[in-house]
């Protein structure tokens, strides 16, 4: 994710800004109903990371992060959670990723093969039949076990009613989608495109985020949020979206949408102040290096690009997601004008 907050204040993964402060402990555990995931869809870059660590601020309310992306390089163990541990001795993920081990017998190498192999692209124009959501499930293998597990586990370890991932995959919220026992609400994160690929022509090589190439950018920007259209669709469930732009502009106003959406109105959002957010030390294990970041953040929208983005790169990424910069309410022939609603 790339906000212009976050940017103003260069990440420094596995430290926070309060240096000194530690996640407090977990709440005492407590029986609870099937948890409700918030999942965050979106484009990288889209403010998915932030809106995560915000949700995971109110009370009852618990930030995974990119759970999805956990089992990647088979180093599940050894993942930084954002407390500073790694995931392995982290109090909250340690005891997940043991009952992961004890519940499918996978190592994290084996869950991420089943979770690539489970929906290929080709399938998504079939998705929602009943054969086709048949053989997702036999092609997953252990990776919904996994994921249930990681859900119920922290849900009954940190005491939370609701979870957030973040783990933007339009894909992957499908295949959420198909566990039984939890209900999942998707907050749809967008972001004008024509900021998203000037954010992505930015070279963060260090951070793991080289730049990418306007048109490519672009065109996989167009097919992520058609993917995300049709999946939501063919398998139906409930839906927020939520504009960037509006997220940065009236943060408390974007967060009680949500609320109201997930029937959880009436939460405290006292850590939401005029132009900051203040975000308390927490675990989220997976996902862009911002993680780290706790502390008042300072919301301030990001139109750098409306500035320095040259023309053709305008025109060219206007006209390659011109279907949803309409769909989206993002001006089409004067895109450098103010878009907050
Ligand atoms: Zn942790």
Redesign the pocket.
């Known amino acids: 994710m790339s906000t212009s907050s976050l940017e103003e204040h260069p990440s420094n993964p596995g430290l926070s800004d309060g240096a000194t402060q530690t996640?407090p402990p977990p709440r005492p555990r407590k029986t609870i109903n099937p948890p409700t995931v918030i999942y965050i869809e979106g484009f990288g870059r889209s403010g998915t990371t932030l809106l995560d660590a915000a949700l995971g601020q109110i009370d009852g309310f618990f930030s995974l992060g990119e759970l999805a992306f956990l089992w990647d390089r088979g180093h599940a163990p050894s993942e930084i959670?954002?407390?500073?541990?790694p995931?392995a001795h982290?109090?909250?993920?340690g005891e997940a990723l043991d009952a992961v081990r004890n519940s499918c017998g996978a190592t994290a190498a084996q869950i991420a093969h089943w979770r690539d192999q489970a929906f290929p692209r080709r399938d998504s124009l079939l998705a929602g039949t009943r054969i086709l959501d048949g053989r997702i499930r036999a092609r997953s293998g252990g990776y919904l076990d996994a994921t249930s597990t990681c859900y119920h586990k922290v849900a009954e370890i940190t005491g939370s009613d609701i979870l957030i991932d973040s783990s933007k995959s339009p894909a992957y919220r499908y295949l959420a989608n198909l566990l039984p026992d939890v209900t999942v609400h998707t907050v749809h994160a967008v972001r004008d495109p024509r900021a998203v690929v000037f954010s992505w022509q930015r070279d963060r090589a260090g951070e793991g985020l080289p730049a990418r190439p306007v048109r490519q950018t672009a065109r996989e920007w167009t097919l992520g949020e058609s993917r995300a259209e049709l999946l939501r669709i063919r398998q139906g469930g409930a839906r927020t979206i939520i504009r960037y732009e509006d997220f940065i502009a009236e943060p408390k106003s974007a967060i009680r949408t949500i609320l109201d959406d997930v029937h959880q109105g009436g939460k405290n959002l006292d850590f939401i102040e005029e132009g900051r957010i203040n975000i308390s030390p927490?675990?989220i294990?997976c996902g862009n290096p911002s993680r780290f970041r706790t502390g008042a953040i300072s919301l301030k929208p990001d139109s750098e690009w409306k500035t320095k983005m040259c023309w053709g790169h305008v025109a060219s990424v206007t006209s390659l997601c011109l279907p949803w910069i309409a769909r989206y309410s993002y001006p089409i022939l004067n895109p450098r004008r103010n878009t907050i609603r």
């Open positions: 996640p959670c954002s407390c500073g541990s995931a982290c109090p909250i993920w927490n675990h294990v």
